[in-house]
């Protein structure tokens, strides 16, 4: 080996091939440990050389033909829009364990007038993928016919459904807990002071506000004593647009505090109190829901209830691979806890500031 291997997939701006010292800089390991993983030579742990075969596909390098792998099979993963930065997070996420068991996913988005779930589908199996993982697709609708899923496990192919849940269909569910997430901003807000506590959510008709509303009901009871809450509740779109306008009716209501069932919701809702001239948190409490990637840099730095992308793919994907290898689905739903994250659109409620 002569320190350095050509680039042939992308160059350098200047040219050059990628020397020995830049892989071994990426990846934390020496170019002697380079250059066997690169000749395929014994030796290296599989931490090591996976280490070196990452850092080589960050650099944007193509991979010698004798280090590429043969996939296992393909995967469908059908996803809603990727506008709310959630859903890319969770096909990263997915697709990068995918990939660490050896099989090439197929991305299919959903879009607005675009392909709907079930022609996505059959192109999938007409594909002949292994499985399918579904993320917040119709099996978090309660109005939506069931036996689209159905047909798919009695034909054996095997499917894994994130983000929803449905007592009609024999396949794992991946969810996180909805209920304690509203648990958890209520309690939040509670702890600052706050009593008139909003829910800004989506359409009645999906499971996962079907659950946070059903947590958000259980803790102004306990917490404050709360009965009726009807009027504290505001359904819209999941949306920015959306949480404005939730967060314009809860505003109207007095509340001081508002939770929203997704971090681009609450963005809507820090709208809708700016064009009242009132302050986030200084006058109003925002907190959200997912921590989706960037949102810790929003005006000013959001608080959400966290769901925990990584658990939740890592767990589709070890599922999924249960059934590939024969192991019989089950009607399962594996529930992951949320967890809140403080950062600055919460403070002092009306009681505290007194």
Known sequence: MDGELTNTSRSRPDGAGIRLADIAAQSGVSEATVSRVLNGKPGVSQGTRQAVLTALDLMGYERPQRLRQRSNGLIGLVTPE??????????????????????????CTQLPGGAPEDEFTELLIDRGVSGIVFVSGLHADTTAKMDRYTRLTDRGLPIVLLDGYSGRIEAPFI??????????????????????????????RFVPVIRKIEGYRQAMAQLLGAGEVDELISHSLFSVEGGQAAAAQLLERGCTGIVCASDLMALGAIRACRDRGLSVPADVSVVGFDDSPLIAFTDPP?????KPIGAMASAAVATLLEEINGIRSRHIELMFQPELVVRRSTGSGPLVNR
């Not at 096909?91 to 995918?98: C, G, P, S």
């Not at 909805?178 to 309690?187: F, K, M, N, Y």
């Open 302 to 306: 959001l608080t959400t209830v966290r």
């Open 175 to 204: 969810s996180p807990d909805d209920r304690a997430a509203a648990r958890l901003a209520v309690q939040h807000l509670v702890d600052l002071g706050h009593e008139r506590i909003g829910l800004a959510v989506g359409p009645r």
């Open 82 to 107: 990727l506008d709310n930065p959630i859903f890319p997070a969770f096909a990263q996420a997915i697709e990068k364990a995918l990939t660490q068991h050896g099989y090439t996913p197929v991305l």
